[in-house]
């Protein structure tokens, strides 16, 4: 989980592994269809090239994806939450840091074993809304990993993925069973991620990303006063969107998973950076307002 002059050479962009848990099924279903599943999702992810970018073997990003499904119909209809994580190098380090972790827990699909699992961008809601939904809800995060993997290496390097993903949403299959991908089907979901990342109200964010990773974690080993520089620019930018438009999911999405990263750099800071991280963080990360102010004193 990569620097923008780095995607230069040939094989598929994506090091993922994708785990199916089926433990919350009843016994009366046959296990074996979720270890197929598991393979198939596999080998599409793996096995797919998603943009028109090279990249050599060491370059692949490295995301997880665990689906966890909750319920099984005999119509072979499942419902099931994904937790979606990825990462990607520091610069001049082996630690990597995170880019994305959500959990989405509105996915509804069709699947029997051994069906071929298809996704045509052209046509993403296929002959079958509820089975086409499994391909398109995987695809939209692939092309959100790419775009926040490509946005941390070079300013808006992720734009071309980010309306990879809108295209989906736009076009996202339809069914009384299917939800996430509308507006009014909730307020964190596939259509707010998405429509924040590509509203020219919320621009602010791509320049945070690219101010975190590249010009601040990616410094740090460098120049560590500079790098942590870069970081407080971007909780500033950060803040001020906030204050602007409150309670937006960009702001949420971004810090998840960032707590202890946040921790372990301004700890090292000065008293007065200590202290501007920690009012800030408290405002834009609230779960983890708490952990903040103990650790930032």
């Not at 630690?95 to 827990?105: G, I, R, S, W």
């Not at 051994?114 to 809800?137: H, I, K, M, Y």
């Not at 309306?163 to 089907?185: H, T």
């Not at 090292?268 to 990360?285: H, S």
Request: glycine content about 4%.
């Amino acid at each position: 989980m990569l620097l923008a002059c780095w995607h230069t050479a040939v094989a598929q962009e994506l090091q993922a592994r994708i785990t199916v848990n089926a433990n919350r099924i009843s016994s009366q279903t046959d296990k074996k269809v979720f270890q197929t599943l598991q393979t198939s999702l596999n080998n599409f992810l793996n096995g797919r090239k998603w943009t028109k970018e090279t990249f050599q073997s060491n370059e692949k990003i490295v995301c997880n994806f665990l689906l966890n499904i909750s319920e099984a119909s005999g119509s072979n209809v499942y419902k099931a939450a994904l937790t979606v994580q990825a990462a990607r190098p520091v610069y001049n380090t082996s630690y990597e840091t995170p880019l994305m972790n959500f959990m989405d827990e509105a996915v509804t699909f069709k699947y029997v074993e051994f069906q071929q699992l298809d996704f045509n961008e052209n046509r993403v809601s296929g002959s079958d809304p509820v089975s086409s939904n499994l391909t398109a809800v995987f695809a939209y995060y692939v092309y959100m990993i790419l775009g926040l993997d490509f946005d941390s290496f070079s300013l808006r390097g992720g734009d071309p993925y980010f309306q990879k993903a809108l295209q989906i949403v736009n076009n996202a299959p339809e069914s009384r069973e299917i939800s996430g991908w509308k507006a009014f089907d909730g307020l964190r979901n596939r259509y707010w991620l998405i429509e924040n990342l590509t509203n020219s109200r919320y621009t602010t964010v791509h320049d945070a990303i690219y101010s975190y990773y590249r010009l601040g974690l990616d410094i740090l080993y460098e120049n560590e006063t500079e790098g942590r520089n870069a970081m407080m620019n971007t909780l500033a930018l950060l803040n001020t969107l906030n204050n602007d438009i409150p309670n937006t999911m960009i702001i949420q999405f971004f810090f998840q998973g960032k707590s202890n990263e946040l921790i372990r750099i301004f700890k090292k800071g000065t008293p007065e950076e200590k202290q501007r991280a920690r009012d800030i963080l408290m405002k834009v990360d609230i779960s983890n307002a708490n952990t903040y102010k103990q650790e930032l004193k």
